[in-house]
């Protein structure tokens, strides 16, 4: 091939290509901004609003800690750290009778998981822990909601950078979760009878996903590698305090991000659980510099990288929305095209030409 676009979520070929590329948050102090790297006074959203035990046995330290939960924070509020966003499963659900299948127990199904969520209930936090969003013809996009969700925080550390058969390792552990989750909130008699009925109400529609027992086909990989080329787009493009002249697409989703791990604090001489690394700050439309999709010269010369470009983890948390992937996989693919014709590396598009190109077929800049 003449021209490589990697369009992996984890960033497999510009790995494989030897470009320079970050796993993790970086700190606040590595690009001079204020939400990036370890989050505990930023994580309020989906927080819980209650004080949860976190050992096997209430109130005995010596008991170890319930599953998913670390033992300390690593780091004060913007250090950094090689922890990514949790992962889940968006799930197709549905609620119409005849079209449902009840949550079934998958097979090695642990109910010690989900303990913490149990003791969150017992508090007084009866937020329901799901989110579906209504799709056509009565079908929901399902996602996580809450303190504890279908989230699996803290279990992806290793997947972007594991091998292919540890990776299948990772979305099996997620999918047991998840599919543990769901089944223990429908028929656990420990959880709250009308939360339980709500939930029982719902199920996995036999006309999606027929080919994997109507579970998604993909777990839903929210962060993998991130490239660092020429330019790193950070924070303060996001606030447009920052602003390119060589934009390749907009960007307008908030600058968010997924918890990225579960500690034990101290709060008014009590120790609970709190979540970390969850945020999200609204933003205005912003544009993406094409160097942020493009390696450094001296690293590859053919290869452009639409999804795992060069941001930091707080800008991509913005960025990182399927129509920006989608925006910025044409105007790579653009350039792609151009330095084929003109026979040049990626690096030496004349922007002026490449503009005027992604103007014509209505591209917005």
């Known amino acids: 091939g003449k021209m490589f676009i990697d369009a992996t979520y984890e960033g497999d070929l510009m790995a494989k290509a030897g470009v320079s590329y970050h796993v993790g948050r970086e700190a606040n102090a590595t690009y001079g901004e204020t939400l990036n790297g370890v989050q505990v006074g930023h994580a309020r959203s989906h927080q819980f609003k209650v004080q949860v035990d976190p050992y096997v046995k209430k109130g005995d330290a010596s008991s170890g800690l319930l599953p998913g939960i670390e033992k300390e924070i690593p780091g004060p509020d913007g250090s950094g750290d090689r922890k990514v966003q949790a992962y889940n499963f968006r799930l197709c659900t549905t609620d119409v009778p005849e079209n449902r299948r009840a949550w079934e127990k998958p097979a090695n199904y642990d109910p010690r998981w989900y303990e913490l969520l149990l003791r969150n209930f017992e508090a007084g936090d009866h937020r329901v822990p799901w989110n579906p969003v209504w799709m056509p013809n009565r079908k929901t996009d399902t996602n996580n909601h809450g303190p504890f969700s279908t989230d699996n925080i803290g279990m992806n550390y290793e997947y972007p950078e594991a091998s292919y058969e540890r990776r299948r390792e990772i979305i099996r552990e997620h999918e047991a979760y998840q599919k543990g989750l769901m089944y223990f909130l429908a028929n656990d008699e420990q959880v709250p009878k009308n939360l339980q009925s709500r939930v029982s109400e719902w199920g996995l529609p036999p006309s999606e996903f027929k080919g994997s027992r109507h579970w998604p086909h993909h777990l839903y990989v929210r962060e993998g590698r991130r490239m660092v080329s020429d330019y790193v787009m950070i924070q303060a493009n996001c606030e447009n305090k920052r602003v390119v002249k060589d934009s390749v697409g907009i960007a307008s989703y908030a600058m968010d991000s997924h918890f990225c791990q579960r500690v034990v604090v101290q709060e008014n001489g009590v120790t609970t659980v709190r979540n970390e690394g969850g945020l999200g700050h609204h933003v205005k439309p912003y544009p993406v510099s094409y160097r942020s999709i493009v390696p450094k010269k001296d690293e590859c010369s053919n290869l452009l990288v639409p999804l795992c470009l060069s941001a930091s983890h707080i800008a991509y948390g913005s960025i ?42 209505k591209q917005k800049l």
Do not use: C, H, N, W
């Not at 590396?345 to 005027?356: G, N, P, R, S, W």
């Open 320 to 361: 990182r929305m399927e129509p920006v992937f989608m925006i910025l996989g044409q105007s790579a693919g653009t350039a792609a095209v151009m330095a084929i014709d003109e026979g040049i590396v990626v690096q030496d598009i004349d922007y002026t030409k490449l503009k005027a190109k992604l103007l014509a077929d």
